[in-house]
């Protein structure tokens, strides 16, 4: 136990501390309290929610300060919450005490840890939750609108509370309030698919196609197919995948519409049909064209990927172009001179990027192998030859590039 709570202080951390020092040992001491608590939980559990809820606290304060771009200490942080639920399930604390703290986190923290009320319903008992809807209720009076709306502590507090007093109306009734995004209509279309309600399930999910963000609108329309194919409207299903790609033709789209119809068996006979239409699309506006390409290399067409990519010169990403020239030059190494030269003066031409010069020498190297693949070495030199009086102002390139010709 004493040295549980030497490692829990051994968490505080001094806001003068430059935010990048010690973050990696930061982490692993959190990774140590929290396995230390784990296994207190079957000796001493009595103990474990007190000690990892003060853990929480400083951890909390401790990010106010500390750069954790990378999001590991948050991820400690989030596993830490559910040892600390752990805990309290396995031993109770006060549960009016637990439901004040859960609220503070909520409503008058920094934003994290993030937490599911679900995980402390046993140790809330009817008693926490009623103390945790009072003061909900309360900050709810005087609370100010955040960008018109009730503000995310209050709301996702109110959402889960109803959640746990499993009548699916009320809850629903709750999300409902606030149907600002398909994210809404996917909770509660998956409340009433769980609940048997299939036909209220798919009504919610139709409704709230095409509002919010892309992902979360994706994932409603993933579950409104899966709806449409347990009612066996298989067609619908896939109606509603070539509606979608065809307003928006992208490679996600196709990758849509090609496992409904896998399916519904209908793939085969609609592959060409699609592909068809993709290439249309890229022809009408290039920036589908990176979508094809990507489609015909997830089809296994590489010549294809690659015709498309020469009569798009301009309109894909570097990163594409040198996915489909490593899958190129291997067998026409020749096709990937030009493309290369084209690269690396890109690259050159990239005053941003402070690593232009080291990139260019790289592909440099491979433009070296694709000339002596075919046998053409000193058209490899000529091409360095010209390069280098074009770019003799720039020294620490020319540098680079001698160092590259040197025997």
Known sequence: MERVRRLIDGLRRNRRTHPQHGRREYSQRVREVAAACEALIETEPASVPSLARRTVDLITTALMYLDDSSGIVGDDLHALMAVHARACAAAPPDPVRLAAWLATLRLDGPGWPDFELRDYAAALGQKGRGELARIVDERAKTAQPEFGRTPFGIRILREQLAELTGDVDRYVAVLAEDLYAASQYLKIATVFRNAGRASDAEQWAQRGLGIGNPIDQDKLRDLYVDLLFERGAADEALALRWQLFDQHPTASHYRDLRCTAERTGDWSGLRDEALKRLHHAAAKQPAFADHLVGVLLDEGEQDEAWRVTVDHPDDLPESRWQQLIDLRQP???????????????????????????????????????????IDYATGFDTYLDDLRERHKRKTSFIAKLDRLAAP
């Open 331 to 373: 067998t026409h190494p020749n096709d990937v001179i030009e493309p290369w030269q084209r690269l690396i003066q890109h690259r050159l031409d990239a005053s941003t990027d402070k690593y232009r010069y080291s990139k260019a020498i790289t592909m440099l190297r491979r433009l070296r192998d694709a000339y002596r693949a």
